[in-house]
């Protein structure tokens, strides 16, 4: 039997494996964030610049393939409950066109290991023109982590398949965390908040 067999258990492929994964990979995103006796969602890498994301211009999400999926996925969401508008830029684009940044924007950085290229180089991009960066990753100690102000390690354990399933799914509840955070000083999103 080949170490790969093995790895992968009783599935056929990793992809297959990785998607009957999800449910644990959302569990271990949620663990130690979320209290759902008190309702209370604590996001501690970026805690301490709720204040500064709340003064915020905007919030830009920028990432590549999947990683910009979920951004793309957690927008409405995310404009509802922070109340702010939210645009999603595909790292490529993103640089092509030379997007004005400014000073009181705040711009996440999505990526599952934490190394694409075009989305380190957005960040540099914003961090040079003094935006707050704001780092979801899958990969501690990347070059992401390393490069950002604040950010959230998504937990999603190891993808060896291509497309990604777990850091998707892990990133949009990651994404969906933060907008909770966001909202949970205002009275009128209350009932909206207890229904996500």
Known sequence: M???????????YFMQKEIFEQPDSVVNTMRGRVNFQTKAVTLGGIKDYI??????RRLMLIGCGTSYHSAIATRQLLEELTELPVMVELASDFLDRTTPVF?????FFISQSGETADTLMALRYCKQRGALIVGITNTV????????HCGVHINAGPEIGVASTKAYTSQFISLVMFALVMSEDRLSMKQRREEV
């Open 103 to 107: 000073r009181d924007d705040v711009c």
């Open 141 to 148: 100690g990347s070059s992401i982590c390393r490069e950002s």
């Open 51 to 56: 204040p500064e994301i709340k003064r915020c």
């Open 2 to 12: 080949e170490l790969q067999q093995i790895m992968k258990g009783s599935y056929d």
